[in-house]
């Protein structure tokens, strides 16, 4: 077995050595040309592959082949692709409308709750819901996209007649834009609108027609001794009064009401009796601190913080609750979640016992490290009233509540409904352009090529060396001889200098912007707060935008506009790289004769196309980095929905009893940085490939039609077989030489030269 392993490679170097002969055929210009006269008889090895290759081909050639048979050769080409998505936006109809109505349906109370519950398994299925979403709004976005390159592409009546204008009008070909859409029929004009007008809304809403909410539990964190535990009665458990004794009207704690302090009684009993009956979660102080050092509170509620007897004062000098075993609480207010400065000194009570000013979330790792050396007390920061004077109590374990989760997934119906019927309008849109659009668009090189070595253009005789640069600077352009300079372009040059500015500014602008709010954002942060504390794309109450309408509607739009703009930024920049790359596919029929890459039923050498005109090896990753773009931008700015609940479990902030939740947008300063990373990538990325320098041998064409055009007349009697010019292996060259020495450069099937440098060039059709 080893020796067979070993002679594989052998077999296929044997076999690739003897599968051609090539033969030298020089042509009137001493040049050599190599072409396959014959081949060797195939081996086993070859047979192998021919029989794989004819199974692949059946395989991933089978739904073409079942549609060209039962609908006509017509839905071969690019009306194939359209009727594809149409039914893949259809099968994504039939996704929205059953979610659509069994989530209306399965929705509890008329509220949109889809489901409540564990906050984590809320979390696994938002984030399973999206990435189907992103799934399906990709497809429909997709094939919008592709449906609205092709009703933009022109037909040959179309161009021929923009090319007949005063002073030649040339359409864009092969490449997505709106320069065509003027020149286009009424009729695709209106489909064009109407499939970029639906677009809009998706980007918008979407991804919003579910989403979280986090549920958030005020709570009150009590210092008690071991005997408040162990005591058969909870003694002055009800007679917490708002001021400490009658000589000092001070409050017991610090920024609460009269109202919020009478919740105390009732929560200091309700936990001694939990206590009692061994009903609460005893936790050392190390996994205390990880359960409540959190600025969102949505799995645990009141606690108590136990500690030997012996470092608390006897009950008749407790200065906190006299004759009691309680000598110190705080509150945990969930509506701190709103706004940023409180929300990072939210938890305080865990720095209660340190005098630095800092805010508690700042100085909470330091807590960390010694967790048998917490200790609580009264705030003493500053120590401006005697505050330190007061003891600290070390804490010895907690006793915690465990809340019931109350985290929801929401489903918005109306959203859902909007998005279906959008996703209904797309299907039927692209199965009218599949089946009633009669016109055939040229939608890429290849097809122009075909057209015009079909049927010459007459506005661009004897201009077979003139380039785009002639016709976009507008500077005019005249027919007749000219000296071939041989000049290297480069990528960027097959662009024109608008389209590389708008698509620059644009992304530097954006790049810009979105900097400066980053630091604006990092600016406003509270003092002491840092990116590796606030996670990637997570939910912090410090990251949260203060002033925003607490409306779902209008904080989807806000968080959902930056993908909007990435989708322009995405379309412009696919453009441009298309146009550098369609340009390097069209030099290379300078050098090698190959086949045209057309949009319809290829016949004789010719290809089938692209993703339209985007390489697979380039539009691929080109997808794929569109699709991470988006979900980066999902996570650098966000929606932010709370649940308020009071220290007795009920729903709304306690004593503001009409405030029950919380709607926001977050920021993620770590994703946003990403974003901005990539998107610099990106442009430097299109600036590198813009520097490449192109083969010389023939003169650059772009998408510009008039360019194309130019190149396109063949010689009488071009043609094999009978066969058409368009349908064979073809290569650009000098094709003829006039009595006058003037040559003529073109498409042709035949032997060209390349034409030389100083040599004039433009003859006759």
């Avoid at 992103?134 to 022109?154: D, E, F, H, K, R």
């Avoid at 008039?706 to 007349?713: E, F, K, R, V, Y």
């Avoid at 020495?741 to 003859?763: D, L, M, N, R």
Wanted: proline fraction near 4%.
């Amino acid at each position: 077995m080893l020796k067979d392993l070993v002679n594989v490679p052998k077999r296929w170097i044997l076999s690739l050595s003897t599968r051609n002969t090539v033969y030298k055929q020089w042509n009137h210009a001493n040049t050599t040309e190599l072409q396959v006269l014959s081949t060797a008889e195939p081996n086993d090895n070859k047979s192998e592959l021919y029989s794989l290759h004819s199974r692949t081909t059946k395989l991933f050639g089978a739904p073409k082949a079942w549609v060209t048979r039962f609908l006509g050769a017509r839905f071969a080409g690019w009306r194939f692709g359209v009727l594809n998505f149409a039914t893949w936006a259809s099968i994504v109809f039939l996704i929205n409308l059953i979610v659509t109505i069994w989530g209306s349906s399965a929705t509890t109370k008329g509220k949109g709750v889809f489901f409540e519950g564990d906050c984590e398994r809320v979390k696994r299925l938002n984030s399973a819901l999206h990435v189907l979403i992103n799934v399906l709004s990709t497809i429909l976005l997709s094939g919008s996209n592709y449906c609205m390159q092709c009703l933009s592409a022109p037909t040959r009546k179309e161009i021929d007649r923009a090319h007949g204008n005063a002073g030649g009008t040339w359409l864009d070909i092969g490449v997505p834009g709106v320069r065509n859409i003027k020149h286009i029929s009424r009729r695709r004009q209106a489909l064009w609108s109407l499939l970029a007008l639906s677009s809009l809304p998706l980007h918008l809403f979407y991804n919003s027609a579910v989403f979280s909410s986090l549920s958030a539990n005020s709570y009150w964190a009590v210092s008690v001794s071991q005997s408040f535990i162990n005591d058969t009665q909870c003694l002055n458990c009800t007679n917490v009064d708002y001021y400490q004794t009658a000589r000092n009207r001070r409050p017991r704690v610090d920024f609460l009401s009269r109202s919020e302090l009478k919740t105390l009684s009732k929560t200091v009993e309700t936990l001694w009796g939990l206590a009692r009956a061994g009903n609460l979660d005893r936790l050392e102080p190390a996994e205390c601190l990880n359960q409540y050092a959190q600025t969102i509170q949505s799995n645990r509620r009141n606690l108590l913080l136990v500690g030997k007897d012996s470092n608390y004062p006897p009950p008749e000098e407790n200065y906190f609750n006299n004759r009691s075993h309680i000598y110190w609480a705080d509150m945990f207010q969930a509506s701190s979640a709103a706004y940023a400065e409180q929300a990072a000194d939210s938890y305080s009570w865990i720095c209660a016992g340190l005098t630095d000013t800092r805010s508690c979330s700042s100085m909470i790792e330091n807590i960390k490290r010694v967790p048998d050396a917490w200790q609580v007390g009264w705030h003493c920061r500053g120590d401006t009233r005697n505050e330190c004077a007061y003891p600290r109590f070390p804490v010895e374990y907690c006793l915690s509540e465990k809340a019931e989760p109350h985290c929801k997934l929401h489903f918005e119906p109306n959203i859902a409904i909007l998005i279906t019927v959008l996703n209904l309008v797309k299907a039927a849109l692209m199965f009218y352009i599949a089946f009633f659009i009669s016109d055939e668009p040229i939608i890429t090189m290849g097809d122009a090529i075909a057209s015009f070595l079909e049927k010459s253009d007459s506005t661009t005789k004897n201009m077979c060396l003139v380039s785009l640069k002639d016709f976009k600077e507008k500077k005019g352009y005249t027919a007749g001889p000219r000296q071939w300079d041989n000049k290297r372009y480069k990528w960027k040059d097959v662009t024109s200098k608008t389209r590389r500015t708008v698509t620059l500014v644009m992304f530097l602008t954006a790049l810009v912007l979105v900097s400066g709010l980053l630091g604006w954002g990092l600016v406003s942060l509270p003092t002491g707060t840092t990116l590796s504390r606030l996670g990637f794309g997570m939910v912090d109450p410090r990251t949260a935008m203060s002033g925003l309408p607490n409306d779902l509607l209008a904080n989807v739009v806000l968080a959902n506009t930056p993908q909007l703009i990435l989708s322009f930024l995405y379309f412009s920049y696919n453009a441009l790289l298309t146009a550098m790359l369609m340009g390097y596919e069209w030099t290379t029929y300078a050098s090698k004769r190959k086949g045209l890459r057309v949009s319809h039923h290829p016949s004789g050498q010719q290809r089938s196309t692209y993703f339209l005109q985007l390489p697979y090896r380039f539009g691929v990753p080109l997808m794929i980095l569109s699709g991470t773009l988006h979900w980066l931008v999902s996570q650098s700015i966000f929606l932010i929905s709370l649940d308020y609940y009071d220290v007795f479990g009920n729903a709304g902030r306690g004593y503001f009893r009409g405030d029950q939740d919380l709607k926001t947008l977050g920021f993620s300063p770590s994703a946003i940085i990403s974003v901005i990373g990539l998107g610099s990538l990106m442009v430097i990325a299109i600036v590198c490939f813009g520097s490449i320098p192109y083969k010389r041998g023939m003169p650059l064409a772009g998408s510009c039609s008039l360019a194309i055009s130019a190149a396109c007349h063949v010689l009488d009697g071009d043609e094999t077989d009978g066969v058409m010019a368009a349908e064979q292996n073809l290569q650009w060259g000098v094709v003829s030489i006039s009595h006058d020495g003037v040559g003529h450069c073109a498409f042709s099937t035949k032997c060209v030269e390349a034409p030389v440098e100083g040599e004039v060039y433009a003859g006759e059709q």
